[in-house]
T-cell receptor
Framework: DTGVSQNPRHKITKRGQNVTFRCDPISEHNRLYWYRQTLGQGPEFLTY????????KSRLLSDRFSAERPKGSFSTLEIQRTEQGDSAMYLCASSLIAGTGNTIYFGEGSWLTVV | GESVGLHLPTLSVQEGDNSIINCAYS??????FIWYKQESGKGPQFIIDIRSNMDKRQGQRVTVLLNKTVKHLSLQIAATQPGDSAVYFC??????????????FGKGMKLTVNP
């Protein structure tokens, strides 16, 4: 499978613990995005990278959240001191800059439950 | 604030019928629109996109229509099949031409196809 890969797919953690999610984008895609989705809602933009540079961050990305893409390939999203309100599905997506289109492909998501 | 919304939260159709899913957007500056399909427990799957310089685009069994005058987007699915059952999201990019990568999603509309 050559799609966007995310792991772990499911994570249950106690409030106050740190969690990290990993995303492997589609090969050669230079843009990588993180979104968050809660039940019954559409995905909400968190941040995106072009290669290793983080170019845009949403106000939803509080100080407890940090995303990295050190080598311009895979990315990690870390949430520190998790809160119950962080429970959601965290979606990663990637795209390749093209002249006429920039289709964004999503992974299957990482479910986070904070108890 | 700017938002993307769907007119109908649920739609039930008979297998073989044509389906039409509607979406209203509020930001007249949006220049790129995407339809995604999301099955339970999975990430959004790209269906079709359209740029603001077009008013119609066709794919395999799907057609997207864009009416910029009334800021309305629709997805038509021909000969709907049980496998089309899912939640459908429309998303807009407010400034794709300017390099923005932020997609704004609506809440979603659930399509149920009855055999």
């Amino acid at each position: 499978d050559t799609g966007v890969s995310q792991n772990p797919r499911h994570k249950i953690t106690k409030r106050g613990q740190n969690v990290t999610f990993r995303c492997d984008p589609i090969s050669e895609h230079n843009r990588l995005y993180w979104y968050r989705q809660t039940l019954g809602q559409g995905p909400e933009f968190l941040t995106y990278f072009q290669n290793e540079a983080q170019l845009e961050k949403s106000r939803l990305l509080s100080d407890r959240f940090s995303a990295e893409r050190p080598k311009g390939s895979f990315s990690t999203l870390e949430i520190q001191r998790t809160e119950q309100g962080d429970s959601a599905m965290y979606l990663c997506a990637s795209s390749l800059i093209a002249g006429t289109g920039n289709t964004i492909y999503f992974g299957e998501g990482s479910w986070l439950t904070v108890v | 604030g700017e938002s993307v919304g769907l007119h109908l939260p649920t739609l039930s159709v008979q297998e073989g019928d044509n389906s039409i899913i509607n979406c209203a957007y509020s930001n007249s500056a949006s220049d790129y629109f995407i339809w995604y399909k999301q099955e339970s427990g999975k990430g959004p799957q790209f269906i079709i996109d359209i740029r603001s310089n077009m008013d119609k685009r066709q794919g395999q069994r799907v057609t997207v229509l864009l009416n910029k005058t009334v800021k309305h987007l629709s997805l038509q699915i021909a000969a709907t099949q049980p496998g089309d059952s899912a939640v459908y999201f429309c998303a807009e990019n407010i400034d794709a031409q300017g390099g923005s990568e932020k997609l704004v999603f609506g809440k979603g509309m659930k399509l149920t196809v009855n055999p």
